[in-house]
């Protein structure tokens, strides 16, 4: 079984100021990891993964998140928060077969105030 | 443009009535994934077909049912609807589970 934990269902930073979305994942396998986001009336859009490669991974619109193991989590992050990514920002699980079923924490919304 | 398509975007009907929800995947991609997603329990899994085979299935109720046809188009037959059953149904499609998914833009599902 699997699943992801998201922690903080809101959290708000100032433009430029740095993001940090975390996310800790339970897994009896070694995982697939991922971050998604969504934008108001839209389908979820993928972000970054990790695939068992570098733990530190590098995604879309600046964002980045670290594989740790040891503390089973997967943060996002990104440097210097833009207006343009307020959304809302799912981690997801997976196993390493073909099923590829994903499993989904609750969501986070990001506010960036001006 | 994701290239995972869904129609109907939207769709009001009354309770009691059944619809079909269809996705057409990304192209040559083989899975597609059908999720439900409301604000009280966040995006579910509902089932999972590869390459016309069902794959794996999760909180799909009984009265759900889908099949990918053929060509990989896949569609969700949802019947005697409740009020309950109102939520946002995305599809997603992806080449394995590895590599992510790709997301249509949704059928927003009222039942009234």
């Known amino acids: 079984a699997q699943s992801v934990t998201q922690l903080g269902s809101h959290v708000s930073v100032s433009e430029g100021a740095l993001v940090l979305l975390r996310c800790n994942y339970s897994?009896?396998?070694?995982?697939?990891l991922f971050w998604y986001v969504q934008y108001p009336n839209q389908g979820l859009q993928l972000l970054l993964k990790?695939?068992?490669?570098?733990?530190l991974v590098k995604g879309i619109n600046g964002f980045e998140a670290e594989f740790k193991k040891s503390e089973t989590s997967f943060h996002l992050t990104k440097p210097s928060a833009h207006m343009s990514d307020a959304a809302e920002y799912f981690c997801?699980?997976?196993?390493?077969?073909?099923?590829?079923?994903?499993?989904f924490g609750d969501g986070t919304t990001l506010t960036v105030k001006p | 443009d994701s290239g995972v398509t869904q129609t109907p975007k939207h769709l009001i009907t009354a309770t009691g009535q059944r619809v079909t929800l269809r996705c057409s995947p990304r192209?040559?991609?083989?899975?597609v994934y059908w999720y439900q997603q409301s604000l009280d329990q966040g995006l579910q899994f509902l089932i999972q077909?590869?390459?016309?085979?069902?794959?794996a299935k999760g909180n799909i109720l009984e009265r759900f049912s889908a099949q990918q046809f053929p060509d990989l188009h896949s569609e969700l037959n949802l019947s005697s609807l409740e009020l309950g059953d109102s939520a946002l149904y995305f599809c997603?499609?992806?080449?394995?589970?590895?590599?992510?998914?790709?997301f249509g833009s949704g059928t927003r599902l009222t039942v009234v």
């Open positions: 077909y590869y390459n016309g085979e069902e794959r």
């Open positions: 897994s009896s396998v070694p995982p697939y």
């Open positions: 997801a699980v997976s196993e390493q077969t073909n099923a590829g079923k994903s499993t």
């Open positions: 990790y695939t068992s490669a570098a733990t």
């Open positions: 192209s040559g991609d083989l899975s």
């Open positions: 997603a499609s992806s080449v394995q589970g590895g590599y992510g998914y790709t």
